[in-house]
């Protein structure tokens, strides 16, 4: 199934199943008890919104290798994670703000995973009885805000930072799919999920095993190799077919604006 958060002429937030030429419109928690209206509407007239508000967003760091041949014998021991704040999450289509004083970010497609039940010590076996679906992330990233001493958190929390959507696919196979990116049409990205150093399962494990993991956590899986610095204007689309394509544009901050 396909889930959406959507408006229709701009008011109410809505959430829906999105079939074929037409959106279902549902009521209730996603992850555990939710109804269908009886309420329907033409996809032409709703505009889509990230597809969840996360409860949290953890993402993984360079978590690719070009060839599988690259893939190392030894996992690290503790891989390196980060939070991003659930403020910058976005949906298709809206614009990706760099901020004040530099004029380039980075794009990061990438698989994200959403948690459906609480999590806690799971083993790798069984770490997708607790997944609930799969969406496209794009980890925007400006890494001028790193910090020498190596943390990443103010360069990955601006607001925009994290455009997700456009559906969440509760269907898909993780393991069969390839993160893409297209940079104003030109491929930048394309990588299948078995080229991830730390792999799905060991990822979600691994984490389950330091926090108890809930509902509407999202876990960005890494981004493949080609990730690039861009300017305001271009445009950049991420896609993990049976998901579909997340399209945003960068813009410049504008002086003056919601920055108090
Ligand atoms: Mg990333």
């Not at 990438?110 to 459906?116: K, P």
């Not at 399209?247 to 410049?252: A, P, Q, Y």
């Amino acid at each position: 199934m396909k889930f959406i958060r959507f408006e229709v002429e701009g008011s109410k937030v809505y959430q829906g199943e999105l079939t074929k030429d037409s959106v279902k419109q549902i009521t209730g928690d996603l992850f555990s008890e939710w109804r269908y209206t009886g309420e329907t509407f033409n996809i032409c007239d709703v505009k889509l919104l990230a597809p969840l508000q996360p409860n949290q967003i953890i993402g993984i760091g360079a978590n690719y290798v070009t060839k599988k041949e690259d893939l190392p014998s030894e996992l690290p021991e503790i891989p390196v994670f980060f939070y991003k704040p659930t403020s910058s999450v976005i949906g298709p289509e809206e614009q990706i703000v760099i901020p004040k004083g530099i004029e380039q970010v980075k794009f990061e497609s990438e698989l994200a995973i959403i948690i459906g039940k609480e999590a806690k010590n799971v083993p790798e076996s069984r770490v997708l009885d607790y997944v609930f679906g799969y969406t496209v992330g794009n980890d925007v990233t400006a890494p001028q805000f790193f910090h020498k001493d190596g943390h990443w958190t103010i360069g990955k929390s601006f607001d925009t930072f994290t455009p997700l959507g456009p559906v969440i696919e509760t269907e898909l196979d993780p393991f069969q799919v390839k993160v893409e990116a297209k940079l104003n049409g030109i491929e930048k990205q394309n990588s299948e999920t078995e080229l991830m150093i730390i792999p799905i399962r060991k990822m979600i494990s691994y984490l389950t095993t330091v926090m108890t993991l809930k509902p509407g956590d999202v876990i960005l899986t890494g981004s493949p190799i080609g990730a690039e610095l861009v300017d305001a204007g271009a445009v950049i689309e991420c896609e993990i077919k049976g998901i579909g394509i997340l399209r945003n544009t960068f813009v410049t901050e504008k002086v003056g604006a919601k920055s108090s």
